[in-house]
């Protein structure tokens, strides 16, 4: 069978390019599978995009996304809440104000749990269809790209950094002194550039480094408050909305909030520059840039689509049934969803990259 069967004709003009329906295609590869969103903050693109993901791969999909309407309402923890809703569904997708919820709620699920945003933390599905974009534009090699706003409490650029990490990318920080980069992301990131220098060994690191030869040559860094200094530097703009909700003191929120605005004057200085954001956008990029060739972040939350079906279809899509027939074989129970609970699949919480990092050199 065809994985991803062409489903209709739609030339909804979503892509630049002839013929570019990715996301469009349907599948019954997920079939007779159900995905549980559970959203404890607010969402637009990350819940309906898993939602669209899940429904063009033939799969379908509980929601909970009002606290106020679910026993979350009357004081439910989120652990009850895991161990009742994994008996429903066969992934969950997690939203939540916490940190490290997703890895708490992995350790207690028995399907696997993506994380779709934990508090200030991470965000690493938007992270892939960030990296989905830039290789997109043919830019993942070789990169200088500037991460704006807010970097202390953005989890999509916590994410993201640590990924272009990987590609040996020039990352430049620029946000108000106030919400820099956290240490431990700036440290984790070092971390792999020492690693990855050791691993391959001095020269050869180096090498691979001055070629931009992508895939584990480290990051470089540059921090700065001022994006003007930077717009002529870069490739990319990545920039991201002050995250006012996360703020615990209102007044520290309004001595940044509007700190930066991407308009059509600042791309006057760089006329080939590709600005992205995760959105919502408040005020940080001005509306007139939307219909310049430079405005990217809607084709970006569009990949939102193809990417999350891929994520959906490899933890529960055909690896998954192979893996089954396997376990069947070898006279595993028949029951599905106890064959899956053994599968293993998503038990591993994810790990830093330091984490990674410290595991790889024992
Ligand atoms: C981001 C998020 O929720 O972290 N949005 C998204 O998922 N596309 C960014 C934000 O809220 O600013």
Redesign the pocket.
């Known amino acids: 069978m065809e994985k991803f069967a062409r489903g209709r004709e739609q030339g909804r003009g979503r892509g630049e390019g002839e013929g570019e329906r990715e996301g469009e295609e349907e599948s019954d590869l997920l079939k007779g599978k159900i995905l549980a969103n559970l959203f404890y ?6 819940r309906l995009s898993f939602e669209t993901a899940m429904k063009r791969l033939g799969g379908e999909v509980l929601n909970l996304y009002s606290t106020e309407t679910s026993s979350v309402a009357k004081g439910e923890n989120l652990a009850d809440t895991i161990r009742t809703v994994s008996g429903y569904c066969d992934a969950i997708v997690l ?1 939540h104000p916490r940190e490290g919820a997703s890895r708490m709620a992995a350790s207690l699920a028995s399907v696997p749990v993506i994380n ?2 934990d508090g200030a933390g991470q ?1 690493p599905t ?1 992270t892939l269809l960030d990296l989905y974009t830039l290789k997109k534009e043919g830019l993942l090699e070789n990169l200088r790209i500037a991460l704006v706003g ?1 970097l202390k409490y ?3 650029v916590h994410s993201l950094a640590y990924a272009l990490a990987l590609y040996g990318a020039t990352l430049f920080f620029v946000s108000p002194e106030a919400l820099r980069m956290p240490e431990e992301v700036k440290m984790d990131l070092q971390a792999a550039g020492a690693a990855e220098a050791e691993a391959a060994g001095a020269a050869e690191a180096e090498a691979a480094g001055a070629a931009g030869a992508g895939a584990g040559a480290g990051a470089e860094v540059f921090e700065t408050s001022d994006l003007s200094a930077v717009v002529k530097e870069v490739d990319v703009l990545y920039v ?2 002050i ?1 006012k909700e996360r703020f615990p003191d209102p007044a520290e929120y309004r001595k940044v909030a509007g700190a930066y605005r991407v308009t059509r004057g600042l791309l006057k200085e760089n006329e080939d520059l590709v600005i992205m954001h ?3 956008r408040v005020d940080e990029i001005d509306a007139a840039v939307d219909g310049t060739k430079n405005a990217r972040y809607f084709k970006q ?1 569009f990949y ?1 689509v193809p990417v999350r079906m891929a994520v959906l279809s490899t933890l529960l899509g055909a690896g998954g049934e192979r893996r089954r027939e396997g376990e069947e074989k070898q006279g595993a129970s028949k029951n599905a969803r106890g064959n899956r609970r053994n599968s293993g699949v998503g038990e591993e919480a994810p790990r830093t990259l330091r984490e990674r990092t410290a595991d790889d050199r024992e």
């Open positions: 903050e607010p969402s637009t693109r990350t939203r779709a945003g965000h938007q807010d953005g989890r999509t991201t909305r995250q995760p959105l919502p939350a939102g």
